[in-house]
């Protein structure tokens, strides 16, 4: 599974509420990224981060928040201010320094109900 | 920063014809150029990739050529089958750089 894992696969969620997906990677990769992907839509990103305790945010970041405690887990949290949270959610990283594929996890789908 | 831009959009080719999607980046510091293969439902993943000290390379029925002077990268797939149905999405990045950034990805249907 290219060693990036996500979880859960499905993700069902009440308006008002937040929740948190979580990605992790024992690829030792620095860099991690989230995307969202809209149906028939390409890969935007939200968030991404290149070393620990650190991160940058991507170019739809409101209504979303991360953390970068640990090099492996970069997990995000879709909180009651995004709108329309209704998507498939992507993870990736790669190591940056010396320009190695992105790794992605298999997505998160999640539905607000 | 680096942006990318994928054409076309959406691509529709007869069984056993060629497809070719092309991508431009900006930054001319730009050296690794991958492409990603997303079928239905399921996570992108790496089918090839180049480097900018070469202009072409080639894999089975996939090529990939890159002109650094024009900064343009191609994909071509020749003798295209129904598997080949998927989302592509080309990207750029160079060492050093924060991220790796994405074309818009094309939708590419093979008619039986």
């Known amino acids: 599974d290219g060693g990036i894992t996500q979880s859960p696969k499905y993700l069902f969620r009440k308006e008002g509420q937040n929740v948190t997906l979580s990605c992790e990677q024992n690829?030792?990769?620095?860099?991690m990224y989230w995307y969202r992907q809209d149906p028939g839509q390409g890969l935007r990103l939200i968030y991404y981060?290149?070393?620990?305790?650190?991160?940058q945010k991507g170019d739809i970041a409101e209504g979303y928040s991360v953390s970068r405690e640990k090099k492996e887990s970069f997990p995000l949290t879709v909180t009651s201010a995004q709108k329309n949270p209704t998507a498939f959610y992507l993870c990736a990283s790669n190591q940056i320094r010396v320009n190695t594929e992105a790794f992605f996890g298999q997505g998160t789908r999640l539905t607000v109900v | 920063g680096e942006n990318v831009e994928q054409h076309p959009s959406t691509l529709s080719v007869q069984e056993g014809d060629s497809a070719v999607i092309k991508c431009t980046y900006s930054?001319?510091?730009?050296?690794?150029f991958p492409w990603y293969k997303q079928e239905l439902g399921k996570r992108p993943q790496l089918i090839i990739d180049?480097?900018?000290?070469?202009g072409e390379k080639k894999d089975q029925r996939i090529a990939v050529t890159l002109n650094k002077t024009a900064k343009h990268f191609s994909l071509h797939i020749t003798e295209t089958q129904p598997e080949d149905s998927a989302v592509y999405f080309c990207?750029?990045?160079?060492?050093?750089?924060?991220?790796?950034?994405f074309g818009q990805g094309t939708r590419l249907t093979i008619n039986p």
């Open positions: 690829l030792n990769h620095d860099a």
């Open positions: 981060s290149q070393i620990v305790n650190d991160f």
């Open positions: 990207a750029a990045t160079r060492q050093g750089a924060q991220k790796l950034v």
């Open positions: 180049i480097r900018s000290n070469v």
């Open positions: 930054d001319s510091a730009s050296n690794y």
